[in-house]
């Protein structure tokens, strides 16, 4: 097992003994009620605001659904054969910040062929008409944002602005492969009502974002709309697909700050939004703090998702579609969503929860996370020094319900961490 070192505070590498002693000590208050009963526990991600008598509120806790649980086999309560065994931190290949910095590098390097991020504006219409959000309440105007893509494909942004006084923090809410508007419309109404200016995003080609897209052979020519599965003739040595799904986040988030320039960015995804979370905050740190829900497992998991089996993800979350991008770790000796986990979290005031549902009516369900929950918030704990307002990760495993979706009970730990959460950026 290879020994991990992050810094001291006085520049000089810091024991994984001495890390581990310090977090118990500072942040063994915050041990309190973390995950479902029945979950692994883990650390709060912060402490709570002042509550009566200065004490601070406890970070939500709820208990699994047993009626639902009664429904499920044995496999939705126990480690799968393949989680037997395995030592994880071999498996995280990020141990410094070079080794952050050169993954960053290399997964930018990939999505646009060694440009960089794009430092391109979007086209804005302030304040449209948006029937989608029409049954939001206290919203001053939305405006429209556009990116133009390539092969004629534009992503559509809504930049929903609070009528109440805006708090400085921009949340990003990203919506999956077709799941219904009910879990985006209720997340972003719970920012609003806190004073969040929020922007809202689709997958391409999904929802607002249907359109056709011109022939990769005979540009004149214009297709149907594709489906994600579709898009192999796309890819190429001079362009990738995955441009499609992470510039409207680049290029909407310039805009931000060019402009109204917030002191914080939160982002937030479901199903397929969710693995666009863990994408995308892992490679711009711009965003401070990200909540991806039913999005990603790592790799060698994914066949031990107890339904569907196995759990393989869709065509741009597979190493089939894009081997060059999720083998860009080291040689094939790491797995890619570990180390996203932990350059989502490490960094001044970032963060990352993931958010699982044990009984997920779609995916990335049971409790294989488990064996690799303490490794990774403890990996990013080593290289944030120990303390947490250089870093942090940890992961929620939500048993109330069985379906796909952001729950009432995720959703209030999500704005507890939100409002518990001191930005200093």
Not at 76 to 101: F, N, Q, R
Request: aromatic share 8%; hydrophobic share 40%.
């Amino acid at each position: 097992m290879k020994e991990t070192q992050g810094m001291n505070g006085t520049g000089k590498p810091a024991s994984r003994r001495a890390l581990i002693g310090g977090m118990l000590g500072g942040l063994g208050a915050t041990v309190a009620a973390s995950t479902v009963v029945g979950a692994v526990a883990g650390p709060a991600l912060a402490d709570g605001p002042a509550g009566h008598g200065g004490k601070a509120a406890p970070r939500p806790v709820a208990p699994v659904n047993q009626e639902i649980a009664a429904r499920f086999g044995p496999e939705y309560k126990t480690l799968p054969a393949a989680a037997a065994g395995v030592d994880i931190e071999p498996l995280i290949a990020m141990h410094s910040a070079d080794d952050i910095a050169a993954r960053r590098a290399a997964m930018a390097g990939y999505i646009w062929k060694g440009a960089g991020l794009p430092t391109s504006l979007p086209t804005v219409e302030k304040g449209v008409d948006a029937p989608d959000f029409a049954s939001l309440t206290g919203v001053r105007r939305i405006d429209r944002l556009t990116v133009p893509l390539r092969y004629q494909v534009s992503a559509k942004v809504y930049d929903i602005v609070p009528q109440r006084a805006w708090n400085r923090r921009l949340a990003l809410y990203h919506n999956g492969h077709g799941e219904p508007f009910d879990t985006m419309l209720r997340t972003v109404q719970a920012l609003l009502d806190r004073g969040y200016r929020v922007m809202a995003y689709a997958m391409p080609f999904h929802h607002w974002n249907q359109q056709q897209i011109a022939d990769p052979k005979d540009p004149a020519t214009l297709l149907p709309n594709p489906s994600h599965r579709e898009l192999p003739p796309w890819e190429s040595e001079e362009f990738s697909t995955l441009t499609f799904f992470l510039e409207p986040l680049t290029v909407t988030l310039n805009y931000a700050q060019a402009t109204y320039r917030p002191k914080s960015v939160e982002m937030i995804g479901l199903s397929g939004g969710g693995w666009t979370t863990t994408v995308y905050s892992a490679l711009d740190p711009r965003v401070t703090r990200s909540y991806p829900t039913a999005g990603s497992l790592p790799f060698f998991l994914r066949a031990a998702s107890p339904k569907p089996s196995p759990t393989t993800g869709d065509f741009e979350q597979t190493k089939a579609s894009f081997p060059g991008f999720y083998a860009a770790a080291t040689a094939g000796t790491s797995d890619d969503f570990l180390d996203m986990y932990v350059l989502a979290s490490v960094g001044r005031g970032r963060g990352q929860l993931q958010i699982l549902n044990r009984f997920d009516e779609c995916c990335f369900n049971g409790v294989s996370h488990r064996v690799y929950q303490a490794p990774v918030r403890d990996r990013v704990a080593l290289l944030a020094g120990g303390r947490p307002d250089q870093g942090r990760w940890d992961l929620l495993e939500d048993a109330t319900h069985d379906d796909h979706t952001i729950s009432p009970y995720a959703l209030s730990v999500i704005l507890w961490d939100l409002d518990t959460t001191n930005v200093t950026t």
